[in-house]
């Protein structure tokens, strides 16, 4: 699932899609708004309106 239309999708899903591709791929979420384009500030801001916020040290959202 591609993370780019990220403000259309199910918070939850993109939570744990977002929490799999930083640890298995990229190693942050600087790397993966890069890679896939996307404003990181934009992201973690939509997954806030959830009640999930980035936990930089986790490199995760909880």
């Known amino acids: 699932m591609d993370v780019k239309n990220f ?3 199910d918070p939850v899903m993109l939570m744990s899609i ?4 930083i ?4 190693g942050n979420l600087e790397n993966l708004a ?3 384009g996307i404003d990181k500030e934009k992201l ?3 997954l806030a309106t ?3 916020d980035y936990l930089p040290d986790a490199k995760q959202f909880r």
């Open 18 to 21: 977002v929490n799999m591709k």
């Open 7 to 9: 403000d259309t999708m």
């Open 50 to 52: 959830a009640g999930f």
């Open 34 to 36: 890069k890679y896939y």
């Open 23 to 26: 640890r298995d791929e990229f």
């Open 44 to 46: 973690v801001a939509r």
